[in-house]
């Protein structure tokens, strides 16, 4: 059974007709011990008045600009008979709440860190990390701001500075709603809270004629995936030259004799075979960091995504056990993803589970470029087109048939060097084709 309680204004100490300044409940609100209801503010100090007991705001008795006294009523609480002290006789139900002392704000104890006197579990929001604020906290300007405690301490959870907030309150008082504005706006207009001044909005028709084309589905999801991954992702790009002269001598050596079987092997899946090598040589580039960023996650598995360009946009399907299959098997099944990519029939399962990526844009032109890598993995091979180039080599020039590579990785988890000698064994099982057997 339910017991409705009055909840009056406790000591406190020799203040009289001091103005309510906040209201921190509605009717309805269920409180627990200590939960602040209302803040009352003198021409000397502001307090918080904590709630005496768990339970329901039924009616809220004062109004902001209200001026109380001790032992004036403040609000009522539906307190239910097991929550209801058992201490309490009979007849303190008809009474009015005991509260606790309400609690000095000047002395800014909302932001010390020390604990409450009695304990209190911390707010689920007091446990998460604080956003990105836009700057330091300017600590003599948020003492300075006028703010209830409350207010005080949710801005300091979120690292929300005072100083810089406008309040909409009874004589510029900085509000709780004020606060989360600040917030949003920061997260919303700076750059999602990385610091940066936002984009400037432009009308681009003042400046000639224009057409407005929406991006398709997987141009915003692959572009929200880049926008994470070049922000979250310390990248290096480790540039690179092989000589595949002999590789594309074999190539089409083998395009030929498969020409019956209708066979297409491209210089992709020679590098599929390649770095299924250098991952067995260099497992690091084979591994993920988990979530915690603590631990890295060695894969035993050799699946690579191959980024396709569809009419639609960029897709990264995985070809799985690279390792297990021949070099006609890679090709064949290059060829049935990208098919597969561009009708637009690939599923979540094809997308997933990559260890590595190529890129190439071989087939296009280009002489380098800094592919993003496509994390949780840790590293991309970009390709670009191969070109004759002319190589000293035994004190002459000759002409070899040079590919260009460019390897991004994440460099919290491979050094530049491991990077460097990573291309270089890349350079050498491409450039001598019986090692791709090993
Ligand atoms: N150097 C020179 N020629 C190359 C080459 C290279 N590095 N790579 C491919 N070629 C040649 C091929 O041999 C082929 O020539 P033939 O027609 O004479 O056989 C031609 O270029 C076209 O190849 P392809 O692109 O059809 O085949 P592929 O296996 O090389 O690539 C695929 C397949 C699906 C990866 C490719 O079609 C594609 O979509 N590439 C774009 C990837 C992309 O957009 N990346 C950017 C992502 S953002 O980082």
């Given amino acids: 059974m339910a017991n409705v309680k009055d909840i009056l204004v406790p000591d406190i100490g020799d203040f009289e007709g001091v103005e309510v300044i906040e209201i921190m409940v509605s009717p309805g609100d269920s409180i627990n011990l200590e939960d602040p209801l209302v803040s ?28 109380v006294s001790q032992g004036d009523l403040l609000m009522s609480m539906e307190v239910s008979a097991a929550e209801a002290a058992p201490a309490t006789e009979e007849k303190a139900a008809e009474q009015p709440e005991e509260i606790p002392p309400a609690q000095p704000a000047k002395s800014e104890q909302a932001a010390a860190p020390t604990p409450p006197p009695t304990p209190v579990a911390a707010p689920a929001s007091a446990q998460r990390p604080p956003p990105v604020a836009p700057s330091p906290i300017d600590e003599a300007g948020f003492r300075k701001a006028h703010a209830s405690p409350s207010v005080r301490k949710f801005a300091r959870e979120l690292g929300a500075d005072l100083a810089q907030i406008t309040g909409s309150g009874n004589k510029g008082r900085i509000l709780k709603d004020d606060v989360t504005a600040f917030v949003k706006r920061v997260m919303t207009s700076a750059g999602d809270g990385l610091g940066v001044a936002p984009m400037p909005e432009i009308d681009f028709s003042e400046f000639g004629e224009i057409e407005t084309q929406p991006l398709t589905k997987i141009n915003k999801l692959t572009g929200q995936f880049l926008h994470r991954n070049w922000v979250t992702v310390p990248h290096v790009t480790q540039f690179d030259e092989a000589d595949i002269t002999e590789l594309e001598a074999f190539r089409k050596q083998l395009n030929e004799e498969h020409k019956n079987e209708g066979a297409r092997v491209t210089v992709l899946a020679f590098l599929m075979k390649a770095l299924v090598s250098a991952l067995r040589e260099y497992p690091r580039f084979n591994a993920s960091l988990d979530a915690t960023g603590e631990n890295l996650i060695l894969k035993k598995y050799i699946h690579i995504g191959v980024a396709v360009d569809t009419p639609a946009g960029l897709v990264v399907p995985v070809i799985r056990n690279c390792d297990r299959k021949s070099l006609i098997e890679l090709a064949n099944e290059l060829i049935a ?18 260890c590595i990526s190529i ?72 450039s001598d084709t019986r090692r791709l057997l090993l």
């Fill in 40 to 67: 009352l503010e003198s021409d000397k100090a502001a307090m918080e008045i904590p709630s005496p007991q768990a339970g329901t705001i039924k009616e809220v008795k004062v109004s902001i600009g209200d001026k």
């Fill in 337 to 354: 993803v990208s098919a597969k990519a561009r009708d637009r029939k690939l599923s979540p399962a094809d997308l997933s589970g990559g």
């Fill in 359 to 430: 890129s190439s844009l071989g087939g296009i032109g280009g002489t380098a470029f800094t592919p993003i890598v496509n994390a949780p993995e840790v590293a991309i091979l970009g390709v670009s087109r191969a070109q004759m180039k002319p190589v000293y080599k035994d004190g002459e020039f000759v002409p070899r048939l040079i590919l260009p590579l460019s390897l991004s990785y994440d460099h919290r988890v491979i050094d530049g060097a491991d990077g460097a000698r990573f291309t270089s064994f890349l350079n050498k099982v491409l």
